[in-house]
């Protein structure tokens, strides 16, 4: 799973908990390895950080009436 939560101006991860709505100023969308895209609705991502590990936890939304929730452990490489 990929976020693309921009965490500028700094290389950092930036924990606490990321909130979506449908009423955002930029749509967010998931896509599936193909050409389908899905928008967020609702939800959020929330990351932690436990020594040289981060946890991260999302539960987001849909606009397909799906949701997608999961949780990661480990190292997270920021690409720019």
């Known amino acids: 799973v990929f976020f693309?939560?921009?965490?500028q101006p700094?290389?950092?991860?930036?924990t606490g908990t990321y909130e979506f709505s449908s009423t955002g100023q930029f749509p967010l969308y998931i896509q599936d390895g193909g050409h389908n895209t899905d928008e967020f609705i609702g939800g959020s991502i929330s990351i932690t950080e436990s020594g040289n590990n981060f946890n991260v936890t999302y539960n987001i939304d849909l606009q397909s009436g799906d949701?997608?929730?999961g949780t990661y452990t480990g190292a997270i490489n920021i690409v720019e």
Not at 4 to 7: A, E, G, T, V
Request: glycine letters at 0%.
């Open 4 to 7: 693309d939560l921009r965490p």
């Open 10 to 14: 700094n290389d950092n991860v930036n």
């Open 67 to 69: 949701n997608i929730s």
